[in-house]
């Protein structure tokens, strides 16, 4: 029973990790160090569903679109574009975004206003178009007409540190003011060319289904391709890991020669080797330099790396079973009936050797992951992992900020997945380990 | 085999077994840095070859190619010409050097690891051992329950993450404890100083605590187990004992010893534990130095480069070793003198 929960828990996860490419395509994460391909993405924004959760509804991103209405005036072309957009949140969006488009030339003159539903309205920006895009909350120009606005209308003095935007959408008793707030954007064309149609995006304060970091990632994106990397190497050690210890394990415990001793010697410098140390310089020895992307090693290199650091705790706790096993009377009866060390082994120590060693390699597992996410809090682990993830959490003040949406998924998955991996082993160590038991 | 000589030989051991172990980090750090040195030849070395007659005229001495007499000749500026196994004793007592000659500087380091360390095992003994006890001696208990579930799953659930939960819950909901720092700045005067100290480590030991616990408790169940079903327990139970006195005469004397040895073995899993958790709330101990012995910066034309300062990151490991080294010295020393058996015994 435990260990079928245990398999299905482990299957769902492998499973997921399988189809993490169709459901995120990897040409998403190509784009996870290219910071101005976040742009648009509110920063350090909570998951969506959380406003399901909480009283204070976060806004969302949207799209505007506009509706055009050109008129001809004695030579220059006028483009009049009508954003509606329907605000009933109670926490403003991070900013407002215009995008002009590409083809821009200085025959262009834009001028931006603002109706909200109080009947204000405020004048936000007129220029020639030099730039492809208009943050609203940036551009100083819009800073200066929202103060002005601030500290006439509102009674507000707006300081460095407040977010323009934030005003727009605030009523006279400092509420957020809730209805249709019109955006106008007039292009005067100069000659008779068509100008581009500007796009509005509101950058919402909640962002997808895992939210996003301080650079605006998707942290979704981020989080399944961890998953998909960490396990990898993780199963990848973990069966080099299961080899390692049955080898060492039936070597030191079965030959008392010096093979075995010598086994036995490696066991005890391999535990009294500072792993963390070790790991790093080891990893870093047989990693390559590569050019754009920081470190390459192969991850059959980093589960060798890995499983041959870890086997010393397993191999001697096998070592111990076998020896208890040895001394049983019917091995005393196999050696007097003539069979040999090949015999034995296979007969007897082996059946029992893979179920002690499989017992034990499930608790590994666990332990695995967790060190792997120590690499990859130095960033020794090349491409993104649980490590890297929380690696950037820490740089980014993810922790000293309590951005829960960041720091929780990944240890809550790692601790489901080391319930399944105890799980098993408790199942086998109840079905087979237990019951042999006189 | 007197007491005295139970120590010196366990301890001689411990300490021949951790020169080893220093050794081959030592080497490992060195094979780093040639490949540091031959990673760096790149097509200026060759222009400065084709440039310079005499390193010609010396390849063609030597009879090497351009390439193996730029590696000879970088190797040899870095004084990394010799074979591994030669240097690597050099290179060691080389850190152990820099660490007597800069000990004013790094002693606070090394201070604050320890004060981590040795507070997060106070906290495990004071919370596990009662915990194991009492799950030993109420076997299938809810809480021996809890204690057999936890001692494996603890295994699996990251020290960091535990942290972050921990700043969420107690820096920031209740907003009472500090999360950041090794102490307030400007530092306070007198007595205060450490009780800010104090303040500022009660989530970081707490973290660690809350992970390696339920390791600890599983032992001294599982060892405590072993005693009460010995048969002179019944009999003094028979005797009509009390628990308290059973546990305090017999089972505590007789689990402590080989749960020391349990200790020496797991110290390097909690020295792991507490590095990650000094370098999240920034404690500046020996964890964080390791951090800042691996550097990443982006290098035009190249995109992101790890680099690692092979000397810093050979005293930190060495550092950890020593710590090692003393702390299993220690508790072999208090084993040799809590098991009655050492001095008997031949």
């Not at chain 1, 041959?308 to 070592?319: E, T």
């Not at chain 2, 005295?4 to 301890?11: G, N, Y």
């Not at chain 2, 060691?92 to 201070?111: G, N």
């Amino acid at each position: 029973m435990k260990i079928r929960l245990g398999a299905v828990m482990i299957l769902f996860f492998i499973l997921f990790s399988l189809i993490v490419p169709v459901i995120v395509p990897e040409s998403e994460l190509s784009t996870w160090d290219d910071i101005t391909h976040w742009h648009y993405n509110p920063k350090f924004a909570p998951p969506e569903w959380y406003n399901y959760l909480t009283l204070h509804d976060r806004a969302v991103s949207e799209v505007l679109t506009p509706e055009t209405h050109v008129v001809r005036y004695s030579g220059v072309t006028i483009y009049n574009n009508t954003y509606m957009y329907e605000y009933s949140y109670d926490v403003p969006p991070q900013d407002v975004v215009i995008l002009f488009g590409s083809n821009l030339s200085d025959n262009y003159v834009v001028d931006v206003s603002l109706r909200r539903p109080d009947g204000y309205s405020i004048h936000l920006y007129s220029n020639p178009i030099n730039y492809p895009e208009l943050f609203l909350g940036i551009d100083s120009f819009v800073r200066e007409q929202i103060s002005g606005m601030a500290s006439s209308y509102l009674n507000i003095t707006m300081d460095y540190f407040t977010n323009p935007v934030s005003l727009l959408f605030m009523g006279k008793d400092r509420k957020p003011l809730h209805g249709k707030y019109i955006f106008n954007i007039v292009i005067y064309s100069l000659n008779n060319s068509t100008p581009p149609k500007p796009e509005i995006r509101v950058i919402g304060s909640c962002f997808g289904l895992m939210g996003t970091d301080s650079k605006g990632r998707d942290l979704w994106i981020g989080f399944t391709w961890s998953m998909r990397n960490t396990l990898l190497i993780t199963f990848l050690s973990a069966g080099l890991l299961f080899i390692f210890v049955m080898f060492f394990g039936i070597m030191s415990g079965y030959y008392r020669n010096p093979a075995g001793k010598a086994v036995d010697f490696m066991n005890k410098i391999l535990l009294s080797i500072p792993l963390l140390p070790a790991s790093l310089a080891l990893i870093f020895l047989f990693s390559k330099q590569a050019s754009g992307l920081g470190m390459r090693i192969s991850t059959l290199t980093l589960a060798i790396i890995l499983a041959s650091l870890f086997w010393g705790r397993d191999a001697r706790s096998l070592k111990m079973i076998i020896l208890q096993e040895l001394s049983q009377e019917y091995i005393e009866a196999a050696k007097s009936l003539g069979a040999g060390d090949a015999h034995i082994i296979r007969r007897h120590i082996l059946p029992r050797a893979v179920v002690v060693a499989t017992s034990y390699i499930s608790l590994a597992i666990p332990r695995l992951i967790v060190f792997i996410t120590f690499i990859g809090f130095f960033g020794m682990i090349p491409g993104i992992n649980w490590g890297s993830y929380m690696a950037d959490a820490y740089i980014q003040g993810g922790f000293i900020s309590g951005a829960w949406w960041w720091i929780l998924p990944p240890g809550v998955a790692i601790a489901l997945l080391a319930l399944a991996f105890v799980l098993i082993s408790r199942g086998v160590e109840e079905r087979f380990v237990l019951r042999q038991k006189p | 085999m007197s007491r005295m000589a139970f120590v010196l030989k366990r301890s001689l051991e411990i300490i021949i077994i951790s020169l080893i172990v220093m050794l081959i980090l030592s080497a490992l750090i060195i094979q780093v840095s040639k490949q540091n040195v031959m990673n760096s030849i790149s097509r200026e070395y060759y222009s400065v070859f084709y440039q310079s007659p005499w390193m010609q005229e010396e390849a063609k001495r030597l009879n090497m190619t351009p390439r193996e007499y730029l590696e000879y000749y970088y190797l040899k500026k870095a004084g990394l010409d010799k074979p591994t196994y030669v240097l690597a004793p050099q290179y060691l007592k080389q850190a152990f050097r820099i660490i007597v000659k800069y000990r004013a500087d790094l002693s606070p380091y090394v201070m604050r690891t320890l004060s981590l360390l040795v507070l997060s095992w106070i906290l495990i003994l004071l919370l596990g051992v009662p915990l194991g006890l009492f799950s030993g001696l109420k076997r299938d208990s809810p809480i021996d329950h809890i204690l057999t579930f936890m001692a494996p799953f603890s295994e699996g659930i990251p020290a960091w993450w535990l942290a972050g939960i921990l700043i969420l819950v107690l820096g920031f909901k209740i907003d009472i404890l500090p999360v950041s720092g090794w102490e307030s700045l400007p530092p306070r005067a007198g007595v205060w100083r450490y009780l800010d100290i104090l303040t500022h480590l009660i989530i970081p030991v707490l973290s660690v605590t809350l992970v390696y616990v339920w390791g600890y408790a599983f032992r001294i169940r599982n060892l405590a187990i072993e005693e009460f079903d010995k048969e002179y327990v019944a009999v003094a139970r028979a005797k009509g004992l009390t628990e308290w006195w059973i546990i305090r005469k017999h089972i505590l004397r007789n689990v402590f010893p080989p749960f020391l040895t349990f200790t020496t073995y797991t110290l390097l899993d909690l020295i792991t534990g507490t590095f990650i958790i000094d370098i999240i709330f920034g404690l500046k101990g020996l964890g964080t130095l390791l951090y800042y012995s691996f550097s990443r910066h982006v290098a035009l034309n190249r995109g992101v480069i790890m680099s690692i300062h092979p000397m810093l990151f050979l005293i930190v490991s060495s550092l950890i070793v020593v710590i090692y080294v003393v702390a299993a010295v220690l508790l072999e020393t208090l084993y040799a003198y809590l098991d009655p058996r050492v001095g008997v015994r031949g």
